[in-house]
Nanobody
Framework: QVQLVESGGGLVQPGDSLRLSCAVS????????MGWFRQASGEEREFVAA????????YYLDSVKGRFTISEDNAKNTVYLQMNSLKPEDTAVYYC?????????????????????WGRGTQVTVSS
């Protein structure tokens, strides 16, 4: 059974940092591309960051470039999202997702519908 479990969310002030974790089980982690998406209240799910299987290429939403970093630890089957300089507009439920390694990942990495497995999400609230 495939499971993706996010953790690390919380309530922080603008300018603070958080590190989200997504523990993955039930699949061959190194063979999957991983993504982070977010969904604010009343909004559609939005791509945030992704890392191609093999970990050699990363992708980011323009508004988080330079502030967020996606990384993974294959030994722990875990993907991380380090979020620095948080802004109120970063407030959302953050989800991790897994996509079975596909050579064309760079053509669809931002499309939520293409991912095979999802976690249940973790809430991030940025407010003063």
């Amino acid at each position: 059974q495939v499971q993706l479990v996010e953790s690390g969310g919380g309530l922080v002030q603008p300018g603070d940092s958080l590190r989200l974790s997504c523990a993955v089980s039930g699949l061959s982690f190194s063979m999957y591309s991983m993504g982070w998406f977010r969904q604010a209240s009343g909004e559609e799910r939005e791509f945030v960051a992704a890392t191609r299987w093999g970990g050699d290429t990363t992708y980011y939403l323009d508004s988080v470039k330079g502030r967020f970093t996606i990384s993974e630890d294959n030994a722990k089957n875990t993907v991380y999202l380090q979020m620095n300089s948080l802004k109120p507009e970063d407030t959302a439920v953050y989800y991790c997702a897994a996509d079975h390694g596909n050579i064309n990942f760079e053509s669809y990495y931002s499309q939520a519908a293409e991912y095979n497995y999802w976690g249940r999400g973790t809430q991030v609230t940025v407010s003063s």
